[in-house]
């Protein structure tokens, strides 16, 4: 992946609570963001239109575009409609495939973007990426992160649970991530940001050490600023490494090659205790094996809808989807046949766990 944008290293506001939405207005009068009020606000077919109308009354000037489907279409056509009108600044109101039609949109036009997550399915919050389809394929376009992200408890505990819970998987997936950036300096000596890797590995500890889960507002807390940790990560270093390993190019060729089959967060949750395997510790491979069976999160391919073969050639095209990329996967090369045998003996390995 080519190195992100990189123009804002930090957001000007953080605010991860219960009924941060109603501060909204006047986070957008920070004269940083909005000079003037105008504003263009990005929502989806969630509960963005009903946030929109909640703080309607207080930004008479907002003009609302409701997006759609997460592709790269969506988000040019978008900067189209952006261009007809001088706004100060882009609101991205919903979940992570809203926001990331927001983030792409606003990059091209150069306007800073604010993020309103009404769900934790993954780190996209924060980040310098967008995850568009294009040709039926899930691409990643570098952006601008957001100068502002608000994340509301109350909108997050209306949405659905099986998409807040993903979230927990892409955050343990960091833990994997940085294993491989770690094998990819010593055996290729590439350089390793150690201020990244502490805010990548920060998020992901907090989330395996906390007993809670997604019906405690300490623990969804916990998760929230563990996902926008993640996207500064990636904006401090300038590249996804602290959070992208051989887990997300499993999750990428399965996107590819059996789309539709589960969720972004629930599948680099999956691909990061596989290559943690691989890895061979112990002790990650039961910490996260833990983690996710505790929050009712796949660790076996038929809990995805895979068959093992299945599962089989996504590993083996794995390392095609991020040719730049050197991680367990690459590292270990092995065959349809090797892989085969170390998924029996993965699965041997949770059975042992229980």
Known sequence: MPLLARTILTPLHIDVRRGAVADLAA????????????????????QGGQIAELIRPSLRSADVFTVAGGTLEAADDLGGKLRARSYDAVVGIGGGKTIDVAKYAATRRGLPMVTVATSLANDGIASPVASLI??????????????????????????????????IGDVVSNISALADWELARQVRGEPVDGLAASLARMGAEAVLAHPGDMTDDAFVTVLAEAL???????????????SSGGCHEIMHAIDALFPGTASHGELAGLGALFCTFLRGDARRFAEMSACL???????????????????????????????????????????ATETRERLADYAGALRDLG
Not at 228 to 242: D, E, F, K, N, Y
């Open 27 to 46: 986070i957008l009068a920070d004269g940083r963001i909005s000079s003037g009020g105008d504003v263009a606000v990005v929502v989806g077919p969630g």
């Open 134 to 167: 294009t040709g039926g394929i899930k691409g990643s376009y570098g952006v601008h992160i957001p100068i502002a992200v608000i994340v509301d408890l109350d909108f997050v505990e209306a949405g659905p649970e099986r998409h807040n819970r993903a979230g």
């Open 293 to 335: 069976a505790r929050h009712n999160l796949p660790r076996l391919p038929a809990e995805v809808g895979l068959t093992d073969d299945q599962f089989v050639e996504a590993v083996q095209f794995a390392p095609a989807t991020r040719p730049d990329r050197y991680t367990i996967l690459e590292h270990l090369a092995m065959s």
């Open 228 to 242: 926008i940790s993640s996207g500064l990560a990636m904006a401090v270093c300038g590249t996804s490494r602290p």
